[in-house]
């Protein structure tokens, strides 16, 4: 089951990792449910049963299910991100950058097939909220959401990746209030998404 809750912000960055990877909850700590996250910053979750994808002993297959998935969802393009020190080209080096608060064009669409991880986006009152997601949890964030994403303390997070679109890895670091994609983002937060 999904947890989102502010986090307390009260650190100044460079954030060592071992902080970058804790709750660091307020005191006391303040959860939000779904349905205030979505009103709040516009990111709905759904549960995706990934059981299926994984008990099955043919690789092809459990690709061929996820990309049924995507489809039935309208995604057009798909990968997985297996993030781990001895899986991914540049670890560290992308950590860094995926934890660099940014927007993107496009929405950003992750179901956890394996482990759990930290997204931290900003609400309308430009507060940090934490999301802890996990295996079969689907996050949704919307094309211009600031957002920032690191790992837990398990150190681990393969992700199912969907996209509407051919992908577009551009990412505009904050500040970007311009950008028509955070433009539109901000006209939808006042109509409470």
């Known amino acids: 089951m ?5 986090i307390d912000d009260s650190l100044r960055e460079p954030l060592d990792e071992s902080v ?3 709750d660091r909850h307020l005191n006391p700590p303040e959860y939000l449910t779904l349905d205030e996250l979505r009103r709040k910053t516009g990111v709905t979750i759904e549960t995706v049963n990934v059981d299926k994808y994984d008990n099955d002993s043919d690789n092809n297959n459990i690709e061929e299910e996820l990309a049924k998935h995507a489809s039935s969802k309208g995604y057009v393009y798909t990968d997985v991100l297996d993030i781990h020190a001895e899986r991914l080209d540049n670890y560290s080096e992308k950590l860094r950058a995926f ?3 940014h927007l993107h064009s496009d929405d950003e669409v992750r179901l956890v097939l394996v482990g759990s991880a930290y997204f931290d986006v900003r609400d309308i009152d430009n507060r940090w909220v934490r999301i802890h997601v996990r295996r079969g949890d689907q996050l949704n964030l919307l ?3 600031y957002h920032r994403f690191t790992l837990d303390v398990d150190n681990y997070v393969k992700l199912f990746r969907l996209f509407g679109s051919k992908p577009d890895w551009s990412s505009f670091n904050r ?6 994609a955070r433009v539109d983002y901000m006209s939808r937060a006042v109509k409470g998404f």
């Not at 999904?2 to 502010?6: E, Q």
């Not at 500040?175 to 028509?180: C, S």
């Open 2 to 6: 999904v947890n989102a809750w502010y």
């Open 20 to 22: 970058k990877r804790s």
């Open 99 to 101: 934890y660099t608060e």
């Open 143 to 145: 094309a211009g959401t």
């Open 175 to 180: 500040p970007a209030d311009e950008h028509p």
